[in-house]
């Protein structure tokens, strides 16, 4: 029977007979999905310094990150690329807007980030950037002090370890 289900780390909802086993939107995995009416969702939250801080470098990152994307979908050299680089921007322009709605800010950030054509070095470039944003939302879920910002850094981890084992795949590939 179709339904309707919301992801608690994005807060989108999507329409399916099952909740999907990643958030379309988001990437988060199928626990955070949850029966639209009893999902819970809050983006309004009183941040200390620290968390603060972490959600401004977490939208900074996600910005650079999508804007590197949307440039490798339009310009890599290999028809699979462009589709992953295209699916991967979606993604990350998503968690920006996570960060941009913590942050009460009216929009989101614009940044112009460049990209090669080849697509080896594009997913090389992936690679570095996941594994930098890994690293960071490790250390942000750790040192979070607001429970909800532990649980969305936390999500985030999952979603970009799954973003990096796609570039390590393919560039084992070569
Ligand atoms: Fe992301
Ligand atoms: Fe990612
Ligand atoms: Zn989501």
Request: contains cysteine; proline residues 3%; hydrophobic residues 35%.
């Amino acid at each position: 029977m179709v339904a309707l289900w919301r992801c608690e780390i994005c807060g989108d909802p999507y329409v399916g007979d099952e909740p999907p086993t990643n958030c379309p939107f988001c990437g988060a995995h199928r626990r955070y999905i949850k029966e639209a009416k009893k999902a819970v969702v809050n983006y309004d939250l009183l941040l200390n310094e620290t968390d603060k801080a972490n959600v401004e470098h977490a939208l900074e990152v996600e910005v650079s990150n999508a804007s590197f994307y949307f440039c490798a979908a339009d310009k890599t050299d290999d028809a699979e690329g462009k589709l992953l680089f295209k699916a991967l921007g979606k993604v990350e322009a998503e968690h920006a807007s996570i960060w941009r709605k913590i942050l009460k800010l009216p929009s989101v950030p614009q940044k112009k980030e460049e990209c090669k054509s080849a697509n080896q070095e594009n997913l090389e470039e992936s690679n570095r950037r996941e594994t930098r944003a890994i690293g960071f939302y490790i250390k942000a879920a750790a040192d979070a002090s607001d429970s909800r910002i532990k649980q969305v850094f936390t999500a985030l981890v999952e979603v970009e370890t799954d973003h990096l084992r796609l570039s390590e795949e393919r560039i084992k590939k070569k």
